[in-house]
């Protein structure tokens, strides 16, 4: 999943996410996929979704100047 939960990253920032923002989004599917009751967050777009909806609300995206 690491080079899959940065795809969002890459599209919205046009940037590879740093250290930080790497490790908060892994430690962010996996808590949605417990939430779920799933054992990871494999394909279910649930829980894309979900991190999808966190990466459009971050400042750096929604900042217009």
């Known amino acids: 999943p690491l080079a899959t939960s940065s795809a969002p990253m890459n ?27 799933l054992a990871t967050a494999g394909d279910d777009e649930r829980v894309w979704a979900d991190l999808g909806h966190v990466v459009f609300n971050v400042k750096e995206f929604v900042l217009i100047e």
């Open 11 to 37: 599209k919205a920032f046009s940037r590879e996410p740093g250290t930080a923002e790497m490790s908060s989004a892994l430690a962010f599917l996996d808590q949605q996929a417990r939430e779920y009751g």
